[in-house]
């Protein structure tokens, strides 16, 4: 009894040095969404975006060192209309011509308890950048971390929408983005 007590102890020390001896670094594109929803005359819409890198550096027992980097490419979206795509692209939404993409940089990680936690930093969208936060949930299985997260812009911020599309009766103000990253881990360096 004494030695399988002590393989048992032995193994849960293993699993908890390893377990907090891991960054998740590696993104798994085909597995990572990056979605947006609002509501256009009152009806909830959804869309997406197909492009997008990410680099990414989280390892929850070293919060301080954690980092994020999402680039969206705008010219991928979508509206789930082909109209609509192409729409948005233009002058007066996205302007993807004069800015190809958004970006988020993260200027800091911390936990809320469980697994809930919240990312600080900067979006810039069309040019202009403002500080947002991103309340994120975070999963680990094995190697594989699954980070998911949803926070909230107004797009006249960012002058998304701009001249007649500033009637927020027709594309509501509030945009809701929502992230689903899966990560590999590798072993941290220590």
């Given at each position: 009894?004494?030695?399988?007590?002590?393989?048992?102890?032995?193994?849960?020390?293993?699993?908890?040095?390893?377990?907090?001896?891991?960054?998740?670094?590696?993104?798994?594109?085909?597995?990572?969404?990056?979605t947006?929803?609002?509501?256009?005359?009152?009806?909830?819409?959804?869309?997406?975006?197909?492009?997008?890198?990410?680099?990414?550096s989280?390892?929850?027992?070293?919060?301080a060192?954690?980092?994020?980097?999402?680039?969206?490419?705008?010219?991928?979206?979508?509206t789930?209309?082909?109209?609509?795509?192409?729409?948005?692209?233009?002058?007066p939404?996205?302007?993807?011509?004069?800015?190809?993409?958004?970006g988020?940089?993260?200027?800091?990680?911390?936990?809320?308890?469980?697994?809930?936690?919240?990312a600080?930093?900067?979006l810039t969208?069309?040019?202009?950048?403002l500080?947002?936060?991103?309340?994120?949930?975070?999963?680990?299985n094995?190697?594989?971390?699954?980070?998911?997260?949803?926070?909230?812009?107004?797009?006249?911020?960012?002058?998304?929408?701009?001249?007649?599309?500033?009637d927020?009766?027709?594309?509501?103000?509030?945009?809701?983005?929502?992230?689903h990253?899966?990560?590999?881990?590798?072993?941290?360096?220590?």
């Amino acid at each position: 009894m004494k030695s399988f007590l002590r393989v048992v102890l032995l193994s849960s020390a293993l699993i908890s040095s390893f377990a907090s001896a891991v960054e998740f670094k590696q993104v798994q594109a085909n597995e990572s969404t990056v979605t947006f929803g609002y509501k256009q005359m009152g009806v909830p819409m959804e869309g997406k975006f197909a492009k997008f890198t990410a680099q990414t550096s989280f390892d929850p027992a070293k919060l301080a060192k954690a980092q994020a980097r999402i680039d969206i490419d705008l010219a991928s979206i979508d509206t789930g209309s082909e109209e609509a795509n192409d729409e948005v692209v233009g002058k007066p939404w996205f302007n993807t011509k004069a800015f190809p993409s958004a970006g988020f940089v993260s200027t800091g990680v911390k936990a809320l308890g469980g697994n809930r936690y919240e990312a600080t930093g900067k979006l810039t969208i069309k040019g202009k950048t403002l500080d947002v936060t991103a309340p994120f949930t975070f999963q680990a299985n094995g190697t594989r971390g699954l980070f998911d997260g949803v926070f909230t812009i107004n797009r006249l911020d960012y002058n998304i929408g701009e001249g007649v599309w500033t009637d927020v009766s027709t594309v509501a103000n509030e945009i809701q983005i929502k992230f689903h990253l899966v990560l590999i881990a590798a072993p941290n360096k220590k």
